[in-house]
């Protein structure tokens, strides 16, 4: 299987063929149990794009810990309660854990949360 500089050769000299046979041509080939070949496009695509520059990651997600999953958006709802809730994967990227406590301080248009040991502190 072609990668990097070769693969994007091989794309280039290939001009306008089919994309089974670019993809049969770079190596991306396996075979089945029945004996027939099976095309590997998407370890193509992943090859040509990591040739191009473009980095798909470690594994997918964008949490670093590698596992799939929801990128944190940095934002939430007030719920139906009237409770504001801080996910488990907020606290846990601060490394907060159960039973820690914090100061409400309401500001204008701002609720900050300060650790009850910092707010003695100051």
Do not use: C, H, W
Request: net charge neutral.
């Amino acid at each position: 299987m072609l990668t990097g500089s070769e693969l994007l050769a091989k794309v280039k000299e290939l001009g306008d063929v089919s994309k089974s046979d670019l993809v049969r041509s770079a190596g991306y080939v396996s075979t089945k149990k029945d004996g027939t070949e099976r095309l590997n496009f998407t370890a193509f695509y992943e090859a040509l794009l990591e040739a191009k520059g473009v980095s798909l990651g470690d594994g997918g997600g964008s949490g670093g810990n590698g596992r799939p999953g929801r990128s944190l958006s940095f934002a939430t709802k007030i719920q139906f309660n009237g409770n504001l809730l801080v996910g488990k994967a907020y606290t846990a990227q601060l490394g907060l854990k159960p039973g820690d406590e914090f100061e409400i301080k309401l500001g204008r248009k701002q609720i900050q949360l300060i650790p009850l040991g910092a707010a003695e502190e100051e």
